[in-house]
C-alpha cells in the first residue's frame, strides 16, 4: 500500500478521479435541472423558476459535454488505479471491491455514451441513467473511503 | 422656465379623432415652424403616434404656452374648439414633466411597456433640434425623459415578457431550443400570426421554415416573403419528421396533426424534442400529444394565459417604475433649480465685488496718506463685512426646507438686491 501511495501516477489518479467525479456531478445536476424544467413546460404553469432556468438544449448539452469529459477522466482514473492495484496485489486485486466497483462505474458510462450516440437517447429515460451512473459513482466512492480507513 | 403638454391618447380620444389631429401625414417642417412661430413658445417638441398626439412646450408663461400650444393644435388641424375641447388634456410643470418622463417609459402606452414610444420621443426630439435651437431647460429635460427610460426599462420587468401570442410562442420555443438557428420549423396555414411568427423565426436566423397551406399559392407567397420553401398539404406529414417546430394556423374544423401522425413519427426514431403551437380555433393539433415524452404542444387559450399573466406581471412592475419616475422628477427639478440658484449667487457676489473696488478707490483719493497696508487691512475688513451681509440672503437662496420654491426665492433676491440694474444706477442714489 506504502508503494502504491508514493508512486508518482497516485496523485494523477486521485486528480482525474475527482474531476472526473465533478463532472459526473455536473452532469447530474444538469439532468435534474433539466427535468425540472421540462415539467414546468409540461405543466404549463410557467413561473419564475422556469423563466431562471437555461432552455432544456442547452441543459442536455451540459449534461453530455459533462458526460463525455467525465468519462475521459474515468478511464484515465480507471486505468492508473488498475496499474496501481496490480503493483500492490500482483495477483487478487480482482477481488477488491473498490476495483470492481470503478470498473462497473465507468463500464456503464461507457454504455451512456453508446445508447446516446448510436441509440440517440434523449430526455427523461437518458437522464434516469446518468443518475444510475452518479449512484454507482457515489458507492464506489464510499467503499474506496471505507477501505482506505 | 416653465413647461407644458397638451395632446390627446388612446385613454382620452377614439381613433377617429386622433387620426384627425395626426401630424404624421404632414411635412416635419410644416408644422414645427407652426409650433415655433407662436410667441411663448421657446423650445417644443410634436409627438404624433397612433395613440397618441401631444405637444410638449417650453417658455416663460404656463398660461400663455397652454394657450399657444392649444391654438397652434386646433389652428393646424383646422378643427373647431368647442368639438374638441373635452378631448384634450394638458399639464403644465412638474406634471407635464412626469408626463414625459412616463411617457417615455412606455408606462402610458396601450400595452404597457412596448418598446417602440422611446423611439417615437427620441425622433420627435431629433426632428425639433434639426429645425430650432433647443434652449437647455428643454434640452435638459428630454435627455433626462432618456435616461429615466432607460433607467425604468434595466431596473424593471416592465418588458421582459412577451405580450403577443406569436413572440410568447417563439420565446416558449427558445426554452426548448435554446438558440433557433439549428431549428426547422413547418408552418401550417396563413394569417397575420403565421406571418408575425414567420417574421420573427427567420429573424432568429431558424435553419428551415416551409410554409404548407390548402391554397398552394398562399405557401409559395409565404415562402418568397420570408424564404422559406413552399410545400402541399398532404406532403406535410413527410416532411414532419423533420421538424423541430411545428406553428399550426388554420380553419380546418378538425385535427391536422392527429396523435397517430405524431405517433408515426416517434416511431421512426426522433428523440428529438418536438414544439406543435396550435393557435387554431377549432383545434388543428389533437391536445393529447402533450402527454408524449419530449412533445410539447400549446394551444391558443395557453399561449393566451401565458400573455395574460405576463401583462399582469407588467402592471405590477409599473408600479416599481412610477416610484422611480416621481423620485426623478424630483430630481429633475434640484438640477434645474442648482441651474437657476448658481449664477444668481454669482451676481450677488460680482456686484458686490464691484462696489469694494469702487469704495477703495474712493479712500485711496481722498485719503492718501495712507501706506499700502493700511490700505490691504481696510480692504480685507469691508470685504469680510461684505461676506457676512451676503451670507444670509445666499443661506435664503440656498436654503431647503423654504416653503417658497428655489425659483421663488430667487426671484425675490433679484428684486431685493436689484440684481438686473448694474452697480452704477444705484451710485446715483447712494452716498
Not at chain 1, 453530455?64 to 496501481?84: F, M
Not at chain 2, 406543435?276 to 408524449?292: G, Q, T
Not at chain 2, 481696510?378 to 425659483?407: M, Q, T
Amino acid at each position: 500500500m506504502t508503494g502504491t501511495l508514493e508512486n508518482f501516477l497516485f496523485p494523477f489518479h486521485l486528480g482525474v478521479l475527482l474531476i472526473g467525479f465533478a463532472c459526473f456531478g455536473f452532469a447530474s445536476l444538469a439532468a435534474l435541472v433539466y427535468l425540472i424544467q421540462k415539467h414546468e413546460l409540461k405543466s404549463k404553469h410557467l413561473g419564475k423558476l422556469f423563466l431562471l432556468l437555461p432552455s432544456l438544449e442547452t441543459l442536455d448539452r451540459l449534461a453530455v459535454r459533462s458526460l463525455i469529459i467525465g468519462t475521459v477522466c474515468l478511464t484515465a482514473g480507471v486505468a492508473t488505479g488498475l496499474y496501481l492495484a496490480h503493483l500492490v496485489w500482483p495477483r487478487d486485486w480482482t477481488k477488491d471491491p473498490k476495483v470492481l466497483f470503478s470498473f462497473a462505474t465507468w463500464l456503464w458510462f461507457l454504455l451512456l455514451l453508446g445508447v446516446r450516440y448510436k441509440a440517440g437517447w434523449r430526455g427523461r429515460k437518458f437522464f434516469v441513467l446518468i443518475f444510475i451512473g452518479f449512484l454507482f459513482l457515489v458507492l464506489t466512492f464510499l467503499v474506496s473511503l471505507w477501505r482506505w480507513m | 422656465m416653465d413647461v407644458v403638454v397638451i395632446g390627446i391618447s388612446h385613454q382620452t380620444a377614439p381613433v377617429e379623432f386622433r387620426e384627425k389631429l395626426d401630424f404624421s401625414k404632414h411635412a416635419k417642417e410644416s408644422y414645427l415652424s407652426k409650433l415655433m412661430e407662436q410667441q411663448s413658445v421657446s423650445s417644443g417638441l410634436v409627438l404624433s403616434t397612433c395613440n397618441r398626439v401631444e405637444v410638449y412646450a417650453a417658455g416663460q408663461s404656463e398660461t400663455a404656452l397652454l394657450n399657444d400650444a392649444e391654438k397652434f393644435l386646433q389652428q393646424f388641424h383646422n378643427v373647431n374648439p368647442t368639438e374638441v375641447r373635452h378631448f384634450f388634456y394638458s399639464k403644465t410643470n412638474r406634471e407635464a414633466v412626469k408626463h414625459l418622463f412616463r411617457v417615455a417609459s412606455s408606462l402610458d402606452s396601450l400595452v404597457i411597456g412596448e418598446p417602440q414610444i422611446l423611439g417615437q420621443v427620441k425622433e420627435a426630439y431629433f426632428d425639433a433640434r434639426s429645425m430650432t435651437p433647443i434652449d437647455p431647460f428643454f434640452e435638459r429635460l428630454v435627455q433626462k425623459a432618456f435616461s429615466v427610460a432607460k433607467r425604468v426599462r434595466t431596473e424593471t420587468k416592465i418588458a421582459e415578457q412577451s405580450v403577443s401570442v406569436s413572440h410568447t410562442a417563439i420565446e416558449l420555443a427558445e426554452k426548448i431550443f435554446g438558440e433557433l438557428s439549428h431549428c426547422r420549423v413547418l408552418m401550417v396555414g396563413a394569417g397575420e400570426m403565421v406571418e408575425i411568427a414567420s417574421r420573427s423565426l427567420v429573424q432568429r436566423g431558424v435553419k428551415r421554415i416551409l410554409f404548407a397551406n390548402r391554397t398552394y399559392e398562399h405557401s409559395v407567397e409565404l415562402a418568397q416573403s420570408y424564404g422559406g420553401l413552399p410545400i402541399l398539404l398532404p406532403q406535410m406529414d413527410e416532411y414532419l419528421v423533420e421538424a423541430d417546430m411545428v406553428f399550426v394556423s388554420t380553419s380546418a374544423p378538425f385535427y391536422l396533426i392527429t396523435r397517430e401522425k405524431v405517433e408515426a413519427v416517434l416511431s421512426k426514431g426522433k428523440q428529438s424534442p418536438m414544439f406543435f403551437i396550435d393557435i387554431s380555433v377549432p383545434r388543428n393539433v389533437d391536445p393529447s400529444i402533450h402527454e408524449l415524452e419530449e412533445i410539447y404542444l400549446y394551444n391558443i387559450d395557453d399561449l393566451k394565459g401565458i400573455v395574460d399573466a405576463n401583462l399582469q406581471m407588467r402592471k405590477e412592475e409599473a408600479e416599481k417604475a412610477e416610484t422611480i419616475i416621481e423620485a426623478e422628477v424630483a430630481r429633475f427639478y434640484q438640477g434645474v433649480e442648482k441651474l437657476e440658484v448658481a449664477p444668481l449667487i454669482r451676481n450677488l457676489q460680482d456686484k458686490y465685488e464691484v462696489v469694494l473696488r469702487q469704495e477703495m478707490e474712493r479712500i485711496q483719493s481722498r485719503f492718501s496718506g495712507l501706506t499700502a497696508q493700511e490700505l490691504l487691512v481696510l480692504e480685507k475688513s469691508i470685504s469680510s463685512a461684505i461676506r457676512k451681509v451676503l451670507n444670509d440672503p445666499i443661506l435664503f437662496l440656498k436654503g431647503e426646507g423654504n416653503p417658497r420654491s428655489s425659483l421663488e426665492r430667487a426671484e425675490l433676491l433679484r428684486q431685493i438686491f436689484r440684481l438686473d440694474h448694474k452697480v452704477k444706477e444705484e451710485e446715483d442714489g447712494s452716498v
